[in-house]
């Protein structure tokens, strides 16, 4: 035993540099002001888009064609073209984003080499700009000699491209959140690993890819920069109707109409966005709820 | 001293009838060897206690005796692992084969995010095993695992609305389902309370009927309450590289381990002045 003895004062009292201390206090105010900038600009963007657009966020927006008169032209080709492209994204992103994430989360020896380049290149994925994806779908177009890039198929396979590292990054995460005992359990009983992963690991980790998922598909939703790349900006007046389909998506619609000279276009090019946020925080908000209702606590 | 010890339906024979023989046994983790020279006969039938303090290999030879230690990267075992005649680390073994029939209960219950039906159907299905009637299988499991009276209105629950001693037994009944012969215990009453390590320690008396049980405790009156047989382990630092390897230092009935103790490291242990 020590034989020293603390010296114990009879109060309690303030300590130095405790809670309520100037640089504590100053600290928690430069926080605050940080956190008041970025729900200001937040909201005042949302506001001056909704007090522009609100004359015409109208039935006529959502239903008609986009045409020469800025009170009359709607973004329906857009709304649909948008949701043409999602799908088709999310077919192609999910089930190889999914699959990539098991492979590297549950099989890969993480002391292998290749497999670790391969990891730190699907980290610094995430982190390319959304315009490279979208030239690089432009050359293998090219290369496949392609003349009409204005397809569903193209825009969608760039996006894809785009959110398929974040589908990897967040589903190895919502893998590593099950328990390696679930595992151990299932092998124990002789289960094989293939099966553990279909039958324990992965339907465990749904809701986390759920969220992920959705998460990236709504910034997909939001891209516009490698779908001019390849051809998105046109002017269309009907509906898109399959994966060869031409189509324009509803950031391309906003961009067209905002670099109009008209004002009625800039009107109609903030109602377009407010569609766009109405559509974002819908995925957003079923994103939260797939996590707050079925993530498992373990 | 005195000691009671479980009533014994059987008397207990000198050697086992073995069920599963490791015959000089070593296992490494990469290069650092953490059991060496384990020969014993774990008995058909019989609950074998593997004690000994913290290092002392014991888990690690549990893990051995069912292929789980192949999970962990770079995990080794050298010498023979005797099931029937067949070195379970043969070239033409296949780990989930030697699971199928020597199944395992783990120190935290581990239910599966799944009802309570489904926890115990899980094994049958994924080993593709014929079952006429999953329904009596599960209630047998169940029962089997003195666990049916208390769950037999939930079975489409969530397995995690039950009590940890209750997923431990589910857990065991869960074991029981895919019908193994030998059941591998890893600490599973660390987690609970006096009265749920009661009912584990009375199923597993039950249990010794039909199936042979080796348990691995870090509580010597557990040992002593429920084993017919005890390892005692302990670690020695190696000559050669100063490495702490486990070794097995003493293997009789449990009366003799806790009686009369041939190794003076063993009577040491059990009577507390170390581990």
């Not at chain 1, 589903?171 to 092998?187: C, N, W, Y």
């Not at chain 1, 109405?278 to 709820?289: G, P, Q, R, T, W």
Request: charged share 20%.
């Amino acid at each position: 035993m020590s034989t020293t003895t603390l010296s114990v004062p009879r109060r309690l009292g303030r300590a130095k540099g405790g809670e309520d201390s100037p640089k504590a206090m100053a600290f928690m105010a430069a926080l605050w002001f940080c956190l008041f900038v970025a729900v200001l600009f937040l909201v005042v963007l949302i506001a001056v888009t909704v007090i522009e657009g609100l004359p015409r966020w109208d039935g006529a927006l959502l239903g008609n064609y986009p045409g020469p008169d800025p009170l009359e032209a709607g973004a329906r080709p857009a709304i649909l073209g948008s949701m043409w492209v999602i799908a088709t994204t999310a077919t192609m992103a999910i089930p190889l984003g999914v699959a990539a994430a098991i492979h590297l989360e549950e099989f890969a020896d993480p002391t292998n080499r290749f497999n670790r380049f391969v990891e730190l290149n699907v980290q610094n994925l995430a982190a390319v700009p959304a315009i490279v994806y979208g030239l690089l779908t432009l050359s293998a177009v090219a290369l496949l000699g392609l003349t009409n890039k204005n397809m569903v198929i193209v825009g969608a396979m760039s996006l894809a491209l785009l959110i398929l590292p974040v589908i990897i990054i967040s589903t190895r995460e919502a893998l590593r959140a099950v328990p390696i005992e679930i595992r151990h359990g299932s092998l124990a009983l002789g289960a094989s690993p293939l099966q553990t992963v279909i039958r324990q690991t992965l339907p465990a980790a749904v809701p986390g890819i759920a969220t992920g998922s959705i998460l990236a598909l709504s910034r997909a939703l939001g891209e516009a920069a490698p779908l001019l790349l390849l051809g998105g900006l046109v002017f269309l007046r009907f509906d898109p109707n399959g994966l060869l389909s031409g189509y324009t998506t509803l950031p391309i619609q906003i961009f067209n109409w905002s670099s109009r000279p008209q004002a009625g276009f800039h009107t109609l090019a903030a109602a377009a966005s407010m569609v766009l946020l109405a559509l974002l925080m819908a995925m957003n908000s079923l994103a939260i709820y797939i996590r707050n209702r079925f993530q498992q606590r373990w | 001293m005195t000691r009671t010890y479980t009533s014994r339906a059987r008397e207990l024979v000198d050697t086992p009838s073995p069920v599963i023989s490791c015959t000089d046994v070593n296992i490494y983790y990469g290069k650092f060897r953490a059991v060496s020279d384990v020969t014993l006969e774990f008995g058909d039938r019989e609950i074998t206690a593997l004690i000994g303090p913290s290092g002392c290999g014991k888990s690690t030879v549990l893990r051995s005796l069912n292929r789980m230690n192949d999970l962990i990267p770079g995990a080794r075992v050298e010498g023979v692992i005797d099931y029937h005649g067949q070195n379970i680390y043969d070239r033409g073994v296949d780990a989930i084969e030697v699971r199928r029939r020597i199944g395992m209960v783990f120190q935290k219950p581990n239910p599966f995010p799944k009802s309570i039906f489904d926890n115990i159907a899980y094994g049958p299905r994924v080993s593709g095993m014929q079952v006429d009637n999953m329904e009596e299988l599960v209630e047998k499991s169940l029962r089997d695992a003195a666990l049916w009276d208390e769950v037999k209105d939930k079975l489409k629950q969530s397995a995690f609305g039950l009590s940890g001693g209750q997923q431990q037994r589910l857990c065991i009944a869960r074991t029981i389902a895919v019908q193994p012969e030998v059941i591998l215990m890893d600490e599973p009453c660390s987690a609970l309370d006096p009265i749920a390590t009661m009912k584990i320690e009375d199923l597993m008396q039950q249990l010794r009927e039909q199936y042979a049980i080796i348990i691995v405790t870090h509580n010597m009156q557990q040992a002593a309450r429920v084993a017919d047989r005890t390892a005692f382990f302990t670690a020695m630092a190696s000559e050669e590289t100063g490495d702490r390897t486990g070794q097995l230092v003493e293997y009789d009935t449990t009366e003799v381990i806790f009686e009369r103790p041939a190794d003076q490291r063993t009577e040491d242990y059990i009577s507390g002045r170390f581990g």
